[in-house]
């Protein structure tokens, strides 16, 4: 008898009690996809990004971090050599065209307009006073900084010599035009998502000293996550520390804090 019983017992479907009128939680579940799905409906597709492989065009100085490509008139990338030297790389097909790894550079900010640009050989662009580019600086010094002068998506490289960085036809790369033309206009294109940063309520000037205080974060800031974390602090004490000639220690200041908030919580 006992052993009948026993049987079943196991032929019993074993699950959690569900009590009436207690969540499961999947409505929870259904209702973050939902989130999720109406926010990608929102945002627009970047039909160029894809053709590039994930590469985005980038608008705006605060954006030049990290990783990045220059890409020429040509629609090609310009590409660093083992030589020293630099040339243009092959066009690919839409959706394989993404740059090769000799044609990422590091973007190192240097100040509101200015960056420099190490190759994936560990060496520097540099200009000279004849307009010859190179890429064997060890470190940055005057010849090795470029001011970026963005119109819309497009973005010219102003270089030590006071020409802009430009591409022949022929692919060579050199820095002896003066005024900028179609050469001399590139695509800086960078795999990092867009990051969304809302200053629209700051007044002008504080917008502007927002924007610089994004790309001073970013060079420190690892994007593992995606997220951009700025100071809380009133954006109005960057423009009194810039008229006193010390904004730069009062964004480390800020960033210091946060780091003491963070660690403290």
Known sequence: MFSKMADSYKQVKVGRLKLKGLDDGSGERKKKKKKKREREEDEPTDIDALRHGGWRKVETFAEVSGNIALQTFKKSYIEALNTGLFTVGELREDGENSPAPVEVFTSVPLSEKKIALKSGYGKFMSVNMMGDVTGRSEAIGPQEQFECIFEEDRVALETYNGCFLSVSDEGHISATKKIVGEKETFHIRTSIPKVKVSTSSLPEGEQ???????T????????????????EEDASKLKKARMQGSLHEEMLNRREKMKADRYCK
Do not use: A, M
Request: proline share 0%; no cysteine.
């Open 208 to 214: 502007e000293l927002r924007n610089h205080e994004v």
């Open 216 to 231: 001073f974060v970013k060079k420190f800031q690892s994007f593992q996550d995606r997220n951009l974390r700025l100071s």
